[in-house]
């Protein structure tokens, strides 16, 4: 090949090239049974009991000091912990001891305690978590892991003391069990039999001792470097309801549920190193072998999460409101980021305002954000008092990273910590009620806000001005749903869900749901609909039948037929125009009365237009939208159609050529998988198009051009 034409193909492939990379807890107890009045489970709704003060009534917390509990306790506190825990650093291990204090607050009697050992999720690769990512097709990196980043959680020891009695040793009773799916190998959860029933009201303290291997991160726990994110990382009792135990296996498409307690955590970690963690630091003490002990404390949290690292950049700022409770916010920071604190202490009192004034306030006096280290995989993950965001080193000021995690995790101190959700059944009560607000938060707190694209594994951000992020669909996530809308039944428990597809049926069709409700109720009436259910169930577990309650309570009509189609079916909603036609008025054939008609072959009405509109129901869920036509008079004709229908005709005569035809003009329904084929339009705009992208395509390869051109 000529010289001259080898330069001139080289140059014109690196252009293209260019083209293409533009767009393209050490404590003793006792176990103690103790009979409580029966009057502790008085208000007891169905197996979620609505407590009384007086049910809150509980022996204080081990470590604990009487004068720390307040007289009404925001939770029942039924499940509470002492907890000593010891990390190695080097050798990514945890040696730890709890004292559980539980009461029952159920109608049935425990004949055994069970418990979530999530660390051993990441055992093996025969544990169900694992076996589920393999059965999704996204485990090919698990299983390739080397031995140092795999973890579990050896219990070693289970006693209860009687008061005075000698201790009971249960440890050889303890057992793997699998409730949900039969596997031998899933270790889970842990059953511990007890040598006496816990009636309803009763209280037990139980004493557990255990070793854990630290893993390189899974599903937002562990360690990379010093950097050690810990999480679901102790032996947490389940919750006991009338039906038995709520304690599932750890699933790779669910998260967490447990009941609400007192946190008493000593953390003893490396000397000079920060801790953060869930509640206030109460006490910092050093010990030996170059550690420190850090005291954390918390009351009315159903968990408890702690980090630590060398590395950390600490900054404090403060939420303050004329109507809400002043906030003390706390910032782990990695030292790269150190630019973007004010926007992560922006993005959290953002949420802080608008949850807090939409559904009720923060009932707690401080915050921790913590910003994980790069490729930690422990960004964007929530527990009480405490959540990780996550940002990019490159951060552009118009584009919301990062508010937008900052806002969703801090959000799920209300949806998820407050209102405490079974998140292995109905996850989509807190990730979609999340999700829904956190786009409703930034439309409102954080504009413009435009879409990016990042190239260079993600490094380098390109800003698409002219290309809007807008709530209603890339807020609620539209695309992710429309891939998986019939992949599964939302009103399945969430485990069951296919992994793949859990999270656009957890959070995109939610946040669609909720906001198309919005949409046609209006905010006012929904705001009050939320707030009602996070009055009314904060530090409760409620189900989703409680929610749809309040719906029809608060509108004062009966949501069922809704809640059917959204909620206990996987059909989708597709709504569109097949056919818009606008001709002259004409007829052929005989016409006349009173006599012989007469044949005409073309008549013609003059001046006027017969305009015929076909709507059709092209999905299998039906919900009423409006039609629209316009005319080029600007009259704008709005029929209602109720959408039960296959299809529709609307047929007008007018003097004026109608110019377009739409299904739900106003976008009501936003669960529409497919809203091209909504509108149809008789003027045309392809030349406004063409000429649009025209010029963009223009724009981009000049720049390549002399982007090339630099550096040739």
């Not at 209280?203 to 255990?210: M, P």
Request: with cysteine.
């Amino acid at each position: 090949m000529p010289q001259p034409l080898r330069t001139s193909l080289t140059r014109l492939i690196l252009v293209l090239g260019s083209l293409g990379l533009l767009l393209g807890t050490a404590a003793v107890a006792a176990l103690t049974l103790r009979a409580t009045d029966d009057a502790s489970l008085g208000g007891a709704v169905d197996t979620r009991p609505a407590l009384t003060p007086e049910a809150f009534a509980q022996a204080p917390a081990p470590g604990a000091q009487t004068a720390q509990t307040p007289a009404r306790p925001l939770s029942p506190r039924n499940a509470t912990y002492s907890i000593d825990v010891e990390l190695d650093s080097p050798n990514r291990l945890l040696q730890g001891s709890e004292v559980l204090t539980w009461r029952n607050i159920s109608h049935v009697s425990a004949s055994e305690l069970r418990f979530h050992l999530y660390y051993n999720a990441w055992k093996n690769s025969r544990s169900t978590w694992i076996r589920e990512r393999i059965r999704s097709g996204t485990a090919r990196e698990i299983l390739a892991r080397p031995a140092e980043d795999w973890g579990y959680i050896d219990v070693t020891a289970v006693r209860l003391l009687g008061g005075d009695a000698p201790p009971v040793d249960l440890t050889a009773q303890k057992r793997f069990v699998t409730p949900d799916d039969n596997n031998p190998d899933d270790e889970t959860v842990m059953a511990v039999p007890l040598p006496h029933d816990v009636a309803p009201g009763e209280t037990i303290n139980v004493e557990i001792k255990w070793t854990s291997k630290i893993p390189r991160t899974f599903s937002r726990t562990g360690a990379i470097g010093d950097f050690f994110f810990i999480a679901q990382w102790f032996p947490k009792v389940g919750v006991l309801d009338d039906s038995g135990w709520n304690c599932h296996q750890f699933h790779a498409a669910t998260e967490f549920f447990s009941d609400y307690g007192v946190y008493d955590v000593r953390i003893t970690a490396p000397a000079g190193w920060l801790v953060g963690a869930t509640g206030t630091e109460r006490e910092k003490q050093d010990v030996p072998n170059g550690k420190t002990r850090h005291r954390f404390y918390q009351e009315d949290v159903h968990d408890f999460a702690w980090t630590t690292s060398p590395d950390y950049l600490e900054r404090r700022a403060r939420f303050e409101h004329p109507t809400l409770p002043a906030v003390e916010m706390r910032l782990l920071l990695q030292p790269e980021h150190a630019d973007q604190a004010d926007r992560h202490f922006e993005a959290t009192r953002a949420c802080l305002k608008y949850y807090g004034e939409w559904y009720g306030p923060y009932p707690y006096d401080h915050i921790t954000i913590v910003d994980p280290a790069w490729q930690s995989g422990a960004g964007g993950m929530e527990y009480p008092t405490l959540f990780t965001a996550g940002s990019r080193w490159l951060a552009p000021r118009d584009v919301t990273t990062p508010e937008g995690v900052t806002v969703h995790e801090a959000g799920h101190q209300f949806w998820y910590g407050i209102v405490g959700n079974n998140e292995f059944e109905h996850a989509w009560m807190d990730e979609g009620f999340n999700t829904f607000s956190t786009a409703r938060t930034i439309a409102q707190a954080f504009q413009p806000n435009y879409t990016a694209l990042r190239f260079f594994g993600g490094f380098v951000p390109y800003v698409l001005h002219d290309i809007p992020v807008v709530r209603e669909t890339d807020g609620n996530r539209l695309a992710g749903y429309r891939i998986v809308a019939k992949a599964d039944v939302q009103a399945t428990p969430t485990f069951l869900y296919w992994p793949s597809s859990a999270s656009a049926i957890t959070y995109n069709k939610t946040a669609l749901w909720l906001n198309t409700l919005e949409r046609s109720i209006g905010w006012p009436a929904l705001q009050r609909i939320m707030s009602t259910h996070f009055q009314r169930w904060r530090f409760r577990h409620p189900r989703p039948e409680d929610f749809f309650t309040i719906v029809n309570e608060i509108t004062g009509a009966d949501f069922t037929a809704f809640f059917d189609q959204v909620h206990r079916s996987s059909n989708v909603f597709d709504y569109g125009v097949e056919r818009l036609t606008s001709i002259p008025l004409g007829a052929r054939g005989y016409f006349g009365t009173g006599g012989a008609p007469q044949f005409d072959p073309a008549k013609r009405d003059e001046g006027r237009l017969r305009t015929e509109v076909v709507v059709r129901r092209y999905g299998e869920a039906i919900f009423p939208v409006d039609v629209r036509v316009d005319f080029e008079s600007g009259e704008k004709v709005v029929e209602r159609w109720t959408g039960r229908e296959r299809w529709k005709a609307y047929t007008y005569d007018r003097a004026s050529r109608a110019t377009k035809a739409m299904v739900d003009p106003d976008r009501v329904l936003l669960l529409d998988v497919n809203y091209t084929n909504n509108s149809v339009t008789l003027a045309p705009r392809g030349e406004e198009a063409s000429t649009k992208w025209m010029l963009k395509w223009m724009i981009w390869l000049q720049d390549a051009l002399l982007n090339y051109a630099f550096f040739v």
